[in-house]
């Protein structure tokens, strides 16, 4: 069964230094995403991207985050300059299609995010 | 603006006995609403999910929730946990527009005694 999977699962760095988190979404699909949750807190939506463009960003989703699909299989997330509070369980998703009924979004198994 | 209310982060059943999660929303248009299991080290699955076609809807694993309009509700239910049901649960809705946002509730850890 095709699944989205996710690397590295664990990632430690220092406050000020660029991460890049990856994801290969599941193949035929045409929608990603990118949430996270801080440990005890809620799945927070992060940005949704669709023909090599952000569809939706949140608020959370600022000037030190980018997202891009730099082939045909990968979907990366970069944090530019990371701080304490980005410390956090990131997770990929995607989905065929848009649109709510259509809108199953398969999730990969995180990449656990710790800011030194 | 949208949001999820899971009351109860944790829940506790017997194996056998009913399940209940409970799950409140609000949303500014008709919602498309979904509840995902994460097993632990593992990433979110959908259990199932209500797109305004039938109020009551069946999921995977003998998962079942109702939508009810009046009460904003999309509670999670199953006749009889078993072991294996032991996860956490997340709520979550949807706006209508292209980038497909999800809106999560914050979880309720589901534990099944033996």
């Known amino acids: 069964e095709p699944e989205v999977t996710q690397t590295p699962s664990h990632q430690v760095t220092q406050m000020g230094q660029e991460v890049i988190l990856r994801c290969v979404p599941i193949s035929n699909h045409l929608y990603f995403y990118w949430y996270r949750q801080i440990l005890g807190q809620k799945v927070e939506f992060l940005v949704s991207f669709y023909n090599n463009e952000i569809s939706e960003k949140s608020e959370i989703f600022d000037d030190q985050f980018s997202v891009e699909r730099p082939d045909g299989s990968n979907f990366t997330l970069k944090i530019r300059s990371t701080k304490l509070e980005d410390s956090a369980m990131y997770f990929c998703?995607?989905?065929?299609?848009?649109?709510?009924?259509?809108?199953?979004?398969?999730f990969g198994p995180g990449t656990r995010l710790t800011v030194l | 603006a949208q949001s999820v209310t899971q009351l109860g982060s944790h829940v506790s059943v017997s194996e056998g006995a009913l399940v209940l999660l409970r799950c409140n929303y609000s949303s500014s248009v008709p919602p498309y609403l979904f509840w995902y299991v994460q097993y632990p080290n593992q990433g979110l699955q959908l259990l199932l999910k209500?797109?305004?076609?039938?109020?009551l809807v069946k999921g995977i694993n003998g998962f079942e929730a109702e939508f009810k309009k009046s009460e904003t509700s999309f509670h999670l239910t199953k006749p009889s946990a078993h072991m294996s049901d032991a996860a956490e649960y997340f709520c979550?809705?949807?706006?209508?527009?292209?980038?497909?946002?999800?809106?999560f509730g914050g979880g309720t850890r589901l534990m099944v005694k033996p």
């Open positions: 209500y797109t305004s076609a039938a109020t």
């Open positions: 998703a995607s989905s065929k299609a848009g649109g709510p009924s259509y809108n199953e979004q398969f």
């Open positions: 979550a809705v949807s706006n209508n527009n292209a980038g497909n946002m999800l809106t």
